[in-house]
């Protein structure tokens, strides 16, 4: 499948498995301009923005 990687991070870096549901909780997600970030970096996938049509400006989840 296609890594998603967050703004500046290495896409072939070493990454857990698992994480639990604590820490996936414990980082924002939110959508700024229609564009997903996790605390506050750019969502990427092949190098493109993750957008979303719905939650243009606001948390997600």
């Given at each position: 499948g296609t890594?998603?990687?967050l703004e500046g991070a290495d896409v072939n870096a070493t990454k857990k498995e698992q994480i639990t549901g604590d820490e996936f909780f414990a980082v924002q997600i939110a959508a700024k301009d229609s564009v997903v970030q996790i605390a506050g970096k750019k969502l990427l996938a092949d190098g493109k923005e993750?957008?979303?049509?719905?939650?243009?400006?606001?948390e997600i989840g």
């Amino acid at each position: 499948g296609t890594k998603v990687v967050l703004e500046g991070a290495d896409v072939n870096a070493t990454k857990k498995e698992q994480i639990t549901g604590d820490e996936f909780f414990a980082v924002q997600i939110a959508a700024k301009d229609s564009v997903v970030q996790i605390a506050g970096k750019k969502l990427l996938a092949d190098g493109k923005e993750i957008k979303t049509e719905k939650a243009l400006n606001s948390e997600i989840g």
